[in-house]
């Protein structure tokens, strides 16, 4: 099994920056693709950006230029450092991690608990 463990929501004021982090804990397995999603209240949730295992990044336009994804491949970590933040990004915020356990060829998705973000104006 693979444990998500988030960190690093809050409230802000518009304009100012937070850091989310998410390790993910276990053994037995390779991580492939991490990410974030979101959801805003009464909304589906939505990509925010994801990274290779390679460092390839891909970024919802919406966030395009003021987010920036990141990934410790040594500590099973991934980042996400949001700066300039509007009330519009305000939502929970879930990391996902692409994993395929030992002995497997298929690869598996886990999701973290959500850490909330709330920006004011």
């Known amino acids: 099994q693979v444990q998500l463990v988030e960190s690093g929501g809050g409230l802000v004021q518009a304009g100012g920056s937070l850091r989310l982090s998410c390790a993910a804990s276990?053994?037995?397995?390779?991580?492939?693709?991490m990410g974030w999603y979101r959801r805003a209240p009464g909304k589906q949730r939505e990509l925010v950006a994801t990274?290779?295992?390679?460092?390839?990044?891909n970024y919802s336009d919406s966030v395009k230029g003021r987010f920036t994804i990141s990934r410790d491949n040594a500590k099973n970590t991934v980042y996400l450092q949001m700066n300039s933040l509007k009330p519009e990004d305000t939502a929970d915020y879930y990391c996902?991690?692409?994993?395929?356990?030992?002995?497997?060829?298929?690869?598996?998705?886990?999701w973290g608990q959500g850490t909330q973000v709330t920006v004011s104006s």
């Open positions: 990274i290779t295992r390679g460092g390839r990044t």
């Open positions: 996902n991690v692409k994993v395929v356990h030992r002995l497997s060829t298929y690869e598996v998705g886990y």
């Open positions: 276990g053994s037995g397995f390779n991580i492939n693709a």
